[in-house]
């Protein structure tokens, strides 16, 4: 089994972000805590409600009770203008310490506290299950608290929820206070199973910030305060308390103690519901919390910055979960009802990856990132249709988004998307073809149509729009849907003709004009980033036109692959690795020339994980991966001189973008040549996994999440140009690397081989997902096996390369469906 991290309350930089697809997050701490509010449809980093916290009320039979905030105790720095503020209520008496396992989707905090005479753990998650948008993009989190009595005696145990009204919150202030749009709104409730705080605001329902929140127990024996007292002190709060730590049981407060009219008081509502029971000696019990919300408007834009036009930015559109549940209170109903088949998807999906034979570090790359799809950089809006309409930043920085419109070339790494929830993907296929490509075949790299916006006016980014074509061929290949292909094949072609003309200006098919790129500048001269995109990217619209009955222009692309490859084979390798062709590489800014690139050959790591084989004499790829590794891979920081943006420092380890081993560094090398991001790091990692280069690979991946271990950087949030960067999404491809995984829907074949996957006893078991099912693969000196935990699964043919394990087949066609497993025979049989 794979094991997580430990983090401890002082790794403050630990915050597991809790919430669905396109519904923004509340991230968990290590200390228990729950922080970074940002359910309302901008990122909110260090976003906090005021008096939102849990608590315990323990009480031994014939003993004393013992009351605590559930949460570890607050690390220094205990600096402030005030102190701790008033809303934190750093002075009720915490637990002792904890320790918290983040396996994403799935996190755990432990509490210990001698004085305390039960235990506890939280289990936190909101449903994640493959392929399905609609299971994993509910707005709410599971809290559950389960409280054991190790003693001799029954305890008489209630656990509380105390929360502070978020709509409409536009901040807060030492004082405890809150800034709200319009007046929140608070009321207890018991419906539908449920028992708890209902959140509202009497803003009118067209507004930018109106919605719904709720905190509900799912439990029978409830005790609530559904209003604390409001007033300029904290009365509310020091009733609460006493009442809690009285007898473990709530009751309701009168609303003012001033003689004040209450609209004149502040507008911050708070109340809390808690559920209690006698826990005998020996047993558990759970208790278990919704925290559920419902923010479904956004502005008409993006409001970001990169100068995108925002047309239409006084108006709101729906968030696509809008459509689903009318207010948060349905949200937690709906969870409660089907939270028994959710949580066991939940749980499958989860064990399939922690419980696989894969290196820890690997699994851990490829679960964690999986939140970036679930943080505010990514979202999805109704327009009508059942699916919605999927976009996103680049990332998010604290307050807004960074970089927008679902940028092609960032969007180029990433695979987890593609590979668990393929239907987004094609979204934004159908977005980047069907409205951002041009009659002319030049591809907007940042789309503005989601918003029905002007166009954003640029350089056709060459990595973007070519990219953009192997994914189309990806989700078409993994889908096996000819009438998605055939829709937007038109554009596609298009968009591969005009590399022809745009960027390759002597005709001989390796490109050399100004070519934009995702380091924000443009490339002059021929350069194998570039090169290696496009080659991929003919590759791919060969056998797209072929099965759109193209012959002419499959055969056309075809041989344009194989010449212009072997032709900048031949310019651009040095005889170790390729290079930036230029006379002078001072002649234009920006520009690397002989030096090492670690995107080199990105062309050929997305050939790689969309079964296209080798663009280039395999021999010189795998001589540049190794150089890559051998240059650009550094195990300290602490004598490296980068004026750039800082991602690594220190003792840490980390893959630079570009080096000069042999000499040539432009005066001004290019934008970000000195810095380290996860993304590229991933993606070269997958590339030298395939390669064969398997220690190499892992290498890079163990220093990526080194750095990210809590204390330094939070395991959930890989930042380049923002928080949850898409780039760092790239980390899928490793496990699609280290598994050989292949699915093919055109042809319903699947096929693996799994490298640095057994475990100590030689067993395999590892993950793997279709565009219509998923599971695992089991694998032993004896036999092998696939088991299907999720969807369905018409396969014709399976091949296993197992290596020393043997190689298996399927000996006939099958359709499978979840819970089944489908066992293989040996190669030769």
């Known amino acids: 089994m794979t094991a997580s991290r430990a983090l401890k309350p002082a790794d403050t930089a630990a915050l597991f972000p809790l919430g669905g697809i396109g519904t923004g997050t509340v991230s968990l701490g290590a200390r228990g805590d729950l922080i970074d509010w940002e359910i309302a449809n901008q990122p909110n980093k260090g976003g906090w409600l005021p008096y939102t916290f849990f608590a315990i009320h323990a009480r031994p039979q014939g003993g004393v009770p013992v009351t605590r905030v559930l949460e570890g105790r607050i690390p220094p720095p205990y600096t402030g203008e005030s102190g701790l503020p008033f809303g934190k209520v750093g002075g009720l008496p915490r637990l002792a310490d904890t320790t918290m396992h983040g396996e994403y989707p799935l996190a755990f905090v432990d509490f210990a506290d001698p004085a305390l005479p039960v235990g506890v753990q939280l289990e936190a998650f909101t449903p994640l299950v493959p392929l399905d948008v609609a299971a994993s993009g509910i707005p709410a989190a599971v809290l559950r608290y389960r409280v054991t009595n190790p003693g001799t005696d029954p305890v008489a145990v209630t656990v509380v929820g105390s929360m502070s009204t978020p709509v409409g919150l536009t901040g807060v202030h030492v004082f405890g206070g809150a800034r709200y749009e319009g007046r929140p709104t608070i009321e207890a409730r018991a419906a539908d199973g449920l028992t708890g705080l209902a959140f509202g605001t009497d803003l009118p329902s067209n507004h930018l910030r109106y919605g719904s929140a709720t905190l509900v127990t799912t439990d029978q024996n409830t005790t609530i305060t559904p209003q ?345 390798f040095n005889g170790e690795f390729y290079i930036q062709r230029t006379d002078d590489v001072d002649a234009h800014r920006y520009q690397y020339g002989i030096g090492c690139l670690s995107d080199q050959l990105l062309g050929q790591t997305v050939a790689h994980l969309t079964g296209l084989g080798y663009l280039l004499p395999a021999d010189h790829v795998k001589s540049a991966a190794r150089a890559i590794y051998r240059y650009n891979f550094r195990t300290d920081f602490s004598d490296y001189s980068s004026v750039q943006r800082t991602y690594a420092l220190n003792d840490e380890s980390g893959l630079i973008l570009c080096s000069w081993p042999n000499g040539g560094r432009p005066r001004i090398p290019f934008v970000y040549s000195d810095e380290v991001w996860t993304g590229i790091e991933y993606q070269v990692a997958t590339h030298l996994i395939y390669e064969g280069l398997v220690d190499e690979g892992l290498a890079i991946v163990r220093a990526v999440r080194n750095r990210y271990d809590g204390k330094r950087r939070s395991p959930w949030n890989e930042v380049e140009c923002g928080n949850h960067y898409v780039r760092s999404m790239a980390s899928w491809g490793v496990l699609l690397a280290l598994t050989g995984a292949q699915w093919d829907a055109r ?41 299907l935990l999720g969807g369905s699964l018409a396969v014709d043919t399976v091949e296993i390369d197992g290596g020393p394990l043997g190689s298996f087949r399927l000996s006939a066609p099958a359709q499978v469906a979840a819970g089944e497993v489908l066992d293989l025979v040996a190669a030769g049989q």
């Open 228 to 572: 604390w007292a409001a007033d300029f002190w904290q009365d509310g709060v020091q009733l609460f308390w006493d009442d809690l730590s009285d007898d473990g049981l709530l009751g309701e407060q009168p609303h003012t103690l001033e003689s004040a009219p209450e609209q004149e008081l502040p507008k911050v509502r708070t109340g809390s519901i808690g559920a209690f029971a006698t826990i005998a000696a020996g047993e558990s019990h759970d208790f278990e919390f919704i925290l559920s919300w419902h923010s479904p408007n956004r502005p008409r834009a993006w409001f970001g910055n990169c100068g995108l036009p925002n047309t239409h930015g006084d108006q709101i559109v729906r968030n696509h979960y809008a459509t689903r549940f009318a207010d948060a209170w349905a949200v937690a109903t709906h969870l409660r009802d089907n939270l028994p088949a959710l949580e066991a998807a939940t749980r499958d999906f989860h064990a399939s990856l922690w419980k696989s034979t894969l290196p820890a570090e690997a699994v851990d790359a490829a679960a964690s990132m999986i939140a970036t799809l679930r943080s505010t950089t990514c979202f999805l809006l109704d327009d009508g249709t059942p699916e919605g309409l999927f976009a996103g930043w680049e990332g998010s920085m604290d307050t807004f988004g960074s970089c927008e419109g679902t940028c092609t070339h960032v969007w180029n790494y990433a695979q987890t998307v593609a590979h668990l929830f393929p239907a987004l993907e094609r979204s934004a296929r159908r977005t980047e073809f069907g409205f951002e490509t041009l009659p002319d075949g030049r591809m907007r790299f940042r789309n503005n149509h989601v918003f029905g916006n002007d166009p954003h006016e640029f350089h056709p980014a060459v990595d973007g729009q070519l990219g953009t074509v192997v994914r189309l061929f990806r989700e078409w290949r993994f889908s096996g849907d000819d009438a998605f292909l055939a829709e937007l094949w038109p554009a596609c072609k298009r968009a591969v003709d005009f590399a022809f003309s745009y960027w390759d200006s002597n005709g001989d098919l390796v490109l050399d004009s100004q070519q934009h790129n995702t380091y924000d500048i443009e490339f002059y001269g021929e350069n194998s980033l570039g090169g290696s995109f496009f080659y991929a990217a003919l590759r791919a619209a060969a056998q797209m036109a072929e099965a759109v009955g193209d012959l002419e222009t499959a055969k056309r692309y075809a041989e344009a692959a194989e010449t212009g490859a072997s032709r900048m084979d031949e310019l651009l």
């Open 747 to 787: 042809d319903l074949s699947l096929r693996f081989a799994p490298v640095a996957a057994a475990a100590a006893d030689g067993v395999v078991t590892v993950p793997f997902t279709t565009a219509t099912g998923w599971g695992t693969l089991h694998l032993d000196g004896s036999g092998a096996s696939l088991q």
